[in-house]
């Protein structure tokens, strides 16, 4: 079955800093999601990408649908304690739907 | 607020209980989605419906069951219910197929 990677499973950094973390696919998908998720809250969508080397902005966060179409890339820009929690991808597949298992995301002040 | 409710926010049963969760999708959305996500684990699919069909099965167990209403809302139903259904249940509501989903805030069941 299809399966996402997620990557790197956890970070700690320190304000101010950028993240970059990525999610990789055995198989092709026509789109790419990212979703954050709050401690104790449901997952929030932050940005969806539908074409082969997409990159689309939101705020201080880009992500890229690259251009195999088996991966795809989220970058956070000057880091900010509110930006702790869990990000996860979503390959928006058909049938048995699989999120990657998340990159946890800590903030130090 | 994405717009999907989820009741109720917190459930406390006994082991060998049935409980019942219920959801109402976002206005207009017709697929809606459970997920399960137990202590720091990754969103684990159960059930999709469309439009009050089953769409799509994940990992749900023989003991859990779903529906999705004319009215679009949608109930899990868990029985039989053991520690390690202890989780966070996730509802989410699409406009047709899979895609941008919106999440509910969760309900957080607990057995005992």
Same mark, same amino acid.
């Given at each position: 079955?299809q399966?996402?990677n997620?990557s790197p499973?956890?970070?700690?950094?320190?304000e101010?800093?950028d993240v970059?973390?990525?999610?990789?696919?055995?198989s092709?998908?026509n789109?790419?999601?990212?979703?954050?998720?709050d401690p104790?809250e449901?997952p929030?969508?932050?940005?969806a990408l539908?074409k082969a080397g997409?990159l689309t902005?939101n705020?201080?966060l880009?992500?890229?649908?690259?251009i195999?179409?088996k991966?795809s890339?989220?970058?956070?820009s000057?880091?900010?304690?509110?930006?702790?929690?869990?990000?996860?991808?979503d390959?928006?597949?058909?049938?048995n739907?699989?999120?990657?298992k998340?990159?946890?995301?800590s903030?130090?002040? | 607020?994405s717009?999907v409710?989820?009741?109720p926010k917190?459930?406390?049963?006994a082991?060998?209980?049935?409980v019942? #969760?219920?959801?109402s999708?976002?206005?207009g959305d017709l @697929?809606?989605?459970w997920?399960?996500? !137990?202590?720091?684990? /990754?969103l684990q699919?159960?059930?999709q419906?469309y439009?009050?069909?089953?769409r799509?099965?994940?990992?749900?167990l023989e003991?859990?069951s779903a529906?999705q209403?004319?009215?679009l809302?949608?109930? #899990?139903?868990?029985?039989s219910l053991?520690?390690?259904? @202890?989780a966070l249940?996730?509802?989410? !509501?699409?406009?047709? /197929?899979?895609?941008e989903?919106?999440f509910g805030?969760?309900?957080r069941l607990t057995?005992t």
């Open positions: 079955g399966q996402l997620q499973q956890s970070m700690f950094i320190q101010g800093e970059s973390m990525n999610c990789t696919s055995s092709i998908f789109t790419w999601l990212w979703y954050k998720q104790g449901g929030v969508l932050l940005i539908y997409e902005s705020g201080r880009t992500a890229q649908f690259g195999t179409r991966d890339f989220l970058n956070i000057a880091s900010i304690p509110s930006d702790v929690g869990i990000y996860f991808c390959g928006g597949s058909q049938g739907l699989i999120f990657g998340g990159t946890k995301l903030v130090k002040p | 607020d717009g409710t989820q009741t917190h459930l406390i049963t082991t060998g209980q049935r019942t #969760l219920r959801c999708p976002r206005s @697929s809606v989605y997920y399960q996500q !137990s202590l720091d684990q /990754g699919f159960l059930i419906y439009n009050g069909e089953e799509a099965k994940g990992n749900i003991r859990f529906q209403f004319p009215d809302h949608s109930e #899990l139903n868990l029985s053991e520690l390690g259904d @202890s249940y996730f509802c989410a !509501s699409s406009v047709s /197929g899979p895609g989903q919106y805030p969760g309900t057995v």
